[in-house]
């Protein structure tokens, strides 16, 4: 199938190669079309998306999930660096795979998708030298998981499972998922010349953050209020250097100053 520009399409996520292939094998034998994409992924018309994942589930099929594709500048790049893409298999010392479970829209932006993935193994043992590792990252060893951002996707680890939000599609998904990966081996062969850090971070709340803003809501960030500012802020999506003010008056120096502290420490 070729992709045409301006028509809707979805792109069907598979957890691993073995069901990715049946999946395309099941699609050709009932005569629906689709782009393969790889083994793990095909894009199919937006109209025929429900009745394709009835089809591969009715068969015995098992899915990720499956999201809008939008129409982007860098369609064909996508496709041409999907298929490309080798998404790392079973290997690795300590965490062998990581299986991509469920993927599907954001709910605050529908143009990037969220994830759920998980590890041939639990990882707590791990966790607290992550802490160490991940500048920013905000340790709960009561759960025990581990959040950080990793630009503006915001990534939760658990003992056997990772969430993610915020990925561009599903190459950025790939793409993380083998970072994790890699993350995690690599810190655990680290990890007798790593200190673990048990330490739980304070949380920040947009309040705090909006006490030291200027509070003039003079809009100059883009945000219709220092509030949004501090709430966007806060999830990753701003840049405290977008604060005009804060990043030019004398009289706003130290909140400047603290505040930069403080995002740094977010690591947002
Ligand atoms: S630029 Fe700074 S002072 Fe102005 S609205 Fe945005 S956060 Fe508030």
Redesign the pocket.
Known sequence: MEIEKNKDYEIIVFPNQDEGLKAQRILVTNGMDFKHISSLAVAVSGAMAEDACKIILKEMGILGGHYKFLYRDYEEDFFKKAEGYKVSGANGEFLKSITLCYVAPCMADEKKIRLIAYFDRDISEILPYLNSVIKGASYNKNAPTLTYARERRLVNLYNIKVTIAKADDILDAWKLLDDIKDLINTTYRNKDGIQPNYKEKVKVTALQIYGW??????????????LA??VRLLQGEQKLS?????STESKFAENKKIMQEMVEALGV
């Open positions: 803003l200027p509070k003039t809501n003079c809009k100059a960030c883009g945000e219709a209020t220092c500012f501090a977008k604060c005009v003010p804060l």
